[in-house]
């Protein structure tokens, strides 16, 4: 990696290392000039009790949707789409409907078998929620990691070549930034649920969880690309850049060996909030029907399908809405954690 | 008083409204020359005359139609009723592509009409005389249903001289018990009573008891019901939100803690499931067969909070042909209101070979249809075949469906007649109306002994003469299996207290609730 020293950095703008911020914390032994950088970030992350919770409340819950198959098969006994519309459980030596007469569905009840109760078709809340979990992580992870690779390429390339590809770039950021992010993606969304999407070889079925992924990662790009390609801007009239022009190296590998590295503290600071942004907006979409599609659980679909009974069964959409604070509030703090470590004076932000 | 309604009609123009929200404040406003008896339960389906004096004088051959309108009928602004208002009313259905204007094709003449689009021709198979009132109707060829398009909403008279345009934002004149004297589409509209009708204009059509009744759009159903738990609201036109049912049995229903303000009754409807036999697996009977056998209809009926009648037959009960047997130890499929018999249907699947065969279930968003799709699915997965369910908008969900290039092999529908007659059912499985687009025989059913009754039964006026090959015909459909039938819908009725609920509120099997007849607890 080929970071250049700190001296150089000082007084550039946006999420870089720069000497100032080190300075900041100069009074402890720990962070003496000289330290690393990642390693700097590293020891300052680790002070931050807050953030290292959040942090932790976060793995714990991608490890317990990771360990879905396990409570379904040996706990529950059941899988997310079987329903048990005219099945009974018992409860306390009573036999009990799993979905009575009228349709409503059973609340928790802490046994193995519909642990937090069951959903108007009687399947199993906590195997939904924790397969549910799994689809909303995948399409916020791999969303979140689809904007930056795609929107990290296009930033670097309009900022560091500007004129033309900078205008006709930003032109097209621009067309995808003037949408409501909500309005964008629903209407992506239901045209793609019908029919599917077939580029070339490829075809992508319309129930697929590659469509709301996609989506997903598309619609954020200009969110990223945008203070990338100012970083870019600024980077490329730098010396160091100077010097490696001088040294004769070509154009795109000045882009992804000098410039890159100065920006992969930004992009670390934006991953984190990246994807608690794209677990709600999956949320949002798979609520109003334009996102994961049926039977496929999500925790969207979840609460689109319990609203109707929020009186006589709110655990239909407590659950799963509790799991998507719980997932998206760790995720931010820890991502603000991550944020301040790296850099204090940083603003990143993700607006809508 | 007020009533509550989800979504604004359609449309308040007698000639376009195709819904139960445009139907029943209509009902009271425009009277067609046939109507039906204002009464509860079975006797309601019987006809009466309406605008005419008698019910229509059918010839042998069964193609004319004479009737007489009656003498010194009024519309509710006073211009007076004319013989030649029928035929314009006719043209507007016809002109203005209405949904019920393939019920008036039959008639001599509507083709040419049709295809000349010149508004103001003249049909040459209705003749009438403003004079005498006489009313001649002739049709390119029988049709045993013809009778009942005539008592219609569609063919209720509106005057002469009403444009040919949608009229929803100032619905024209008519004769009924009310009249409308507002409109503000997606606000609300208001009925008060038509001081030109009495007790004496149509036999059989009582004066309308309120003053007036005014329907607001309120777009949440759990609100509507919310407010007329709370006396806050008179009457909510959607059945109760599924949220609330148990609590207004609890505390309203028949059996209820609460003086009774709500009840339940079955509609003239079926919901079923197409399997399409043009495309694999169902164009195997076996698998058609295996399914019939494995759907679990006492579970579906759970997703409809309770408002679904499990049910093997596809004519619904009160419609002529159907046999209470079918819904019972006479169903092939075994008793509707039984567990399936899961085992024989994989057993059978496994002999038809279509194990693991993908398949995907379609359903349209508005609930219950994604729960009843997913659940479906379910029960396919249990028998052995491989099911995923896809959900798309409602608005474009038969146009999909029922494009044959969509290839869709199986799904949800349901059909709620509009007249007691079979065929209005059967014609859904008329091998005669298969289209490549628009197609309305999803299953794409082509029987040749089912096509062949239906020619025939399709020229029969004669009704009771036939019901009993109505009914066998019924059973033949049931057993080839090429539709999934699985139960008929119940409709609610709830009321705020201050309503009279035991003696004002009869269900009328054609109408559903009649607005004329309501009233309060001291009136």
Known sequence: MSVPSQGEEAGASGTEFSLDSAEELSGDPAERPGLGPWRLTGRRLRRDKVALVAGAVFVLVVAACLAAPLWADHVANTTPEENHLSDQVTIDGEKTDVVDLRGKPIGPTWNGEFFLGADSNGRDIMVRLLYGGRNSLVIGIAGALGTILIGLVLGLLAGYYRGRTDSVLRWVLDVIWAFPVILLGVALGTALALGGLSIGPITIEGDSLAIPTLIIAVIYIPYLARPVRGQALALR???????????????????????????????????????????????????????????????????????????????????????????????????????????????????? | MTIGQASQPDFLDPALSYTIHGWEPMWTVYTPLVTYKREDGKAGSEQMPGLAEDLPEVSDDGLTYKLTLRQGLEYSDGTPVKASDFEHTIKRVLNMESPGAPYYEVIEGADKYLADGNADADISGIETNDK????????????????????????????????????????????????????????????????????????????????????????????????????????????????????????????????????EFTTLSTYYFFLNTRVPPFDDPKVREAVNLGVDKTALARLFGGTLEPGCSFLPPEMPGYSEELDGEGCPWGDPSQPPDLERAQQLLK?????????????????????????????????????????????????????????????????????????????????????????????????????????????????????????????????????????????????????????????????????????????
């Open chain 1, 237 to 352: 009239e730098r010396e160091f850049v100077e010097a490696a022009r001088a040294q004769g190296m070509g154009s795109l590998r000045i882009v992804f060996t000098e410039i890159l590295p100065n920006v992969s503290s930004t992009l670390v600071v934006f991953l984190p909030l990246l994807v608690a942004n794209a677990i709600l907006l999956e949320a949002s979409l798979s609520f109003l029907g334009a996102g994961v599609q049926p039977p496929n659980p999500s925790w969207g679909t979840m609460i689109a399908e319990g609203v109707d009974r929020i009186v006589t069964a709110p655990h239909l959409t407590i659950v799963p809405g509790a799991m998507l604070v719980l997932a998206v509030l760790s995720l931010n703090v820890f991502g603000e954690g991550v944020r301040d470590a790296l850099d204090p004076r940083a603003k990143v932000r993700i607006e809508h």
């Open chain 2, 132 to 263: 005498t009132g006489e009313i001649t109707i002739t049709l390119a060829e029988a049709e045993a249903a013809f009778s009942f398009a005539l008592a219609m909403n569609f063919a209720g008279i509106v005057p002469g001289d009403t444009p040919f345009e949608n009229m929803t934002k100032d619905p024209p004149p008519g004769v009924g018990p009310y009249m409308f004297t507002k409109s503000e589409p997606n606000r609300e509209f208001v009925l008060a009573r038509n001081p030109k009708f009495t007790a004496d204009t149509i036999p059989g059509v009582p004066v309308a008891v309120l003053d007036e009744v005014k329907t607001e759009i309120i777009p949440s159903v759990p609100k509507q019901t919310q407010d007329v738990i709370d006396n806050e609201l008179d009457f909510m036109q959607e059945p109760v939100a599924p949220d609330f049912i148990g609590e207004i049995l609890d505390r309203f229903g028949p059996e209820g803690t609460e003086e009774q303000r709500y009840k």
């Open chain 2, 351 to 523: 002999e038809a070979g279509a194990e693991g065969a993908e398949v995907t279930v379609w359903g349209d968003n508005v609930d219950p249809t994604p729960k009843v799709t997913q659940a479906y699915a379910d029960q396919l997965n249990q028998i052995g075949l491989d099911a995923t369910p896809k959900i798309i908008d409602g608005g474009v969900y038969f146009q999909t469906i029922g494009n044959q290039s969509t290839e869709a092999q199986t799904g949800f529908l349901n059909w709620f007649g509009d007249f007691p007659h079979p065929a209005n059912f059967f014609f859904l499985v008329n091998g005669e109306t298969i289209q490549p687009t628009n197609n309305q025989n999803i299953s794409n059913v082509d029987d040749p002994k089912i096509n062949k009754e239906l020619k025939e039964l399709g020229k029969e006026p004669d009704l009771p003469a036939v019901t009993d090959r109505w009914e066998a015909l019924n059973e033949y459909l049931v057993e080839q299996a090429y539709i999934v039938p699985y139960g008929y819908r119940k409709l609610s009725t709830f009321m705020s207290e201050r309503m009279n609920f035991e003696d004002c509120t009869p269900i009328n099997p054609i109408i559903y609730n009649d607005y004329s007849q309501w009233c309060f607890k001291d009136e």
